[in-house]
């Protein structure tokens, strides 16, 4: 069976420090994806990152950055000088490529406030 | 845009009432998802459809049923509510596996309460 453990139920900064929002994985499979998702206070998940069991590369998107690390079943997200907006739920999740259904199991999220 | 409606953002509801919550994707996607999300638990799997008419259990599916008769509407039926399915109930959509734009698009939420 998949799972995923988000660690950190919680986190608290301050506006322009740096924060990295941990996610270890299980899975038996050999190919899969994993994603990381934003929910900020409005609700609606937003996609933020796809990556599949083959790119191990880390990956810089603006402030953002990911770091896969298949050794450790780890796909960490790290934010760089947060900001206000950024204070939202963070969900990583674990998809399965073996059927077409790509079934997801998701973290139980992070909840990530950035004071002013 | 892709895009994801739920048919209702807040509804309420009284024990042992039947309940529809409606979901359309614009898409063409082939795969529907039914989540229900709580405080502390993230997102939990209630069903899945990967074509029209097919569905599949996913890891909570008690008290909860689903009809897939076109291919971009996924319907969850509660048979009869009970206060433990006051929840937030998100639906998404995705294409399969190893196509480009391969990620699930969520919708806004249903926020149900059962009373």
């Known amino acids: 069976a998949q799972k995923v453990t988000q660690a950190q139920t919680e986190i608290s900064v301050v506006e322009k420090e740096d924060v990295t929002l941990d996610c270890v994985y299980e899975?038996?499979?050999?190919?899969?994806?994993l994603f990381w998702y934003k929910q900020p206070p409005s609700g609606e998940l937003v996609f933020l990152i796809r990556?599949?069991?083959?790119?191990?590369q880390n990956e810089i998107s603006g402030r953002y950055s990911w770091n896969f690390q298949k050794s450790t079943s780890s796909f960490n997200f790290t934010i760089t000088a947060s900001q206000v907006v950024d204070s939202a739920v963070y969900f990583c999740?674990?998809?399965?490529?073996?059927?077409?259904?790509?079934?997801?199991?998701f973290g139980d999220g992070t909840t990530l406030t950035v004071k002013p | 845009d892709v895009k994801v409606t739920q048919s209702s953002r807040y509804l309420v509801k009284r024990t042992g009432e039947k309940v529809f919550l409606e979901c359309v994707q614009d898409?063409?996607?082939?795969?529907m998802f039914w989540y229900r999300q709580d405080p502390g638990l993230g997102l939990r799997l209630i069903y899945f459809?990967?074509?029209?008419?097919?569905?599949e259990k996913g890891d909570i599916p008690e008290g909860y049923s689903v009809s897939r008769e076109k291919k971009e509407r996924f319907s969850l039926i509660l048979e009869s509510a009970s206060t433990n399915q006051t929840s937030m109930y998100l639906c998404?959509?995705?294409?399969?596996?190893?196509?480009?734009?391969?990620?699930?698009?969520f919708g806004p939420g249903t926020r149900l309460t059962v009373t």
């Open positions: 899975t038996r499979d050999t190919t899969y994806y």
């Open positions: 459809s990967y074509d029209v008419k097919m569905k």
């Open positions: 990556r599949n069991s083959f790119d191990e």
């Open positions: 898409m063409d996607h082939e795969n």
């Open positions: 998404a959509s995705s294409p399969i596996p190893g196509t480009s734009n391969y990620e699930q698009y």
């Open positions: 999740a674990l998809s399965e490529i073996n059927t077409n259904a790509g079934k997801s199991t």
